[in-house]
């Protein structure tokens, strides 16, 4: 009983003693006083970011270009026009680069925002590009004596030159990669309006589809170049 007594009361003067330390070193206690916090050495700070880290910020930085963009092609579908033979490139350009855009960043978490973006974009303006080919197109062969009439999405070309097979087969062959690219689904040939002519059916991408393309800057600007050729 005697040593209970004896550390109980040792006990009690040790903490009447260091009752003003414990005070300040109370982890939950509040500090009014600045020096009590020592300044973060600079060399402990880290300068280079983790993997994690990058990886962080270069979704942050892939968002945002996707968000742009995303904007873009909203932005045009309001306000773009094709109205003249040239706004017929430039149309497919767009749809070039927005394709390759969209496998780019197939991995973004606002991809199906901007394949939706993407196919409303396409949806719209190839068929005021076949329009527009048609138009110029039947400007353009009324001097060589030839008339242009269109149907749906199959171009009809009528004419004296066409009562050559190897003519029509010579016009297929220099118009198939232009109409194929504006998504025709047929062209025909004949002699006069009466005839039975011959066709080809093309074996084209419905106006929503999408083109699988990857490349870099670099690559993309040489595929156009050579797409436009």
Same mark, same amino acid.
């Given at each position: 009983?005697?040593?209970?007594?004896?550390?109980?009361i040792?006990?009690?003067i040790?903490?009447?003693?260091?009752?003003?330390?414990?005070?300040?070193?109370?982890?939950?206690s509040?500090?009014?006083?600045?020096?009590d916090?020592?300044?973060?050495?600079k060399?402990s700070?880290?300068t280079?970011?983790t993997?994690?880290?990058?990886i962080?910020?270069?979704?942050?930085?892939?968002?945002r270009?996707?968000?742009?963009l995303?904007n873009?092609?909203n932005?045009?579908?309001?306000?773009?026009k094709v109205f003249y033979?040239?706004?017929?490139d +430039?149309?497919l350009? @767009?749809? %070039? $680069?927005y394709?390759n855009?969209?496998?780019?960043?197939?991995?973004?978490k !606002?991809?199906?925002?901007?394949?939706?973006?993407v196919v409303?974009?396409?949806?719209?303006?190839f068929p005021?590009a076949?329009?527009?080919y048609y138009?110029?197109?039947?400007?353009?062969?009324?001097?060589?004596?030839?008339?242009? +009439?269109?149907?749906? @999405?199959? %171009? $009809?070309?009528?004419?004296a030159i066409f009562?050559?097979?190897?003519?029509? !087969?010579?016009?297929?062959?220099?118009?198939?990669?232009?109409?194929?690219?504006?998504?025709f689904?047929?062209v025909?040939?004949?002699?006069?309006?009466?005839d039975?002519?011959?066709?080809?059916?093309?074996?084209s991408l419905?106006?929503?589809d999408?083109? @699988?393309l990857?490349?870099?800057?670099?690559?993309l600007?040489?595929?156009?170049?050579?797409?436009?050729k």
């Amino acid at each position: 009983m005697k040593k209970v007594m004896f550390l109980a009361i040792a006990l009690l003067i040790f903490y009447s003693c260091n009752s003003h330390n414990r005070a300040t070193s109370d982890p939950w206690s509040s500090h009014n006083n600045e020096k009590d916090f020592a300044p973060i050495p600079k060399d402990s700070i880290p300068t280079q970011k983790t993997e994690t880290q990058t990886i962080y910020v270069q979704n942050i930085d892939t968002d945002r270009i996707v968000a742009n963009l995303i904007n873009e092609i909203n932005s045009n579908i309001k306000n773009y026009k094709v109205f003249y033979s040239e706004d017929v490139d +430039s149309f497919l350009v @767009k749809v %070039i $680069i927005y394709n390759n855009d969209l496998s780019n960043y197939s991995q973004c978490k !606002k991809y199906n925002d901007l394949k939706r973006a993407v196919v409303s974009f396409q949806k719209k303006f190839f068929p005021q590009a076949r329009r527009v080919y048609y138009e110029h197109t039947k400007q353009v062969l009324w001097e060589k004596n030839v008339d242009v +009439s269109l149907y749906g @999405k199959t %171009i $009809i070309f009528t004419g004296a030159i066409f009562a050559d097979n190897a003519n029509k !087969k010579d016009m297929y062959e220099g118009v198939k990669n232009t109409l194929t690219s504006l998504r025709f689904k047929g062209v025909w040939f004949r002699w006069y309006a009466d005839d039975d002519g011959a066709g080809w059916g093309l074996y084209s991408l419905k106006d929503e589809d999408l083109i @699988k393309l990857k490349y870099d800057k670099q690559e993309l600007e040489n595929y156009i170049k050579d797409y436009l050729k």
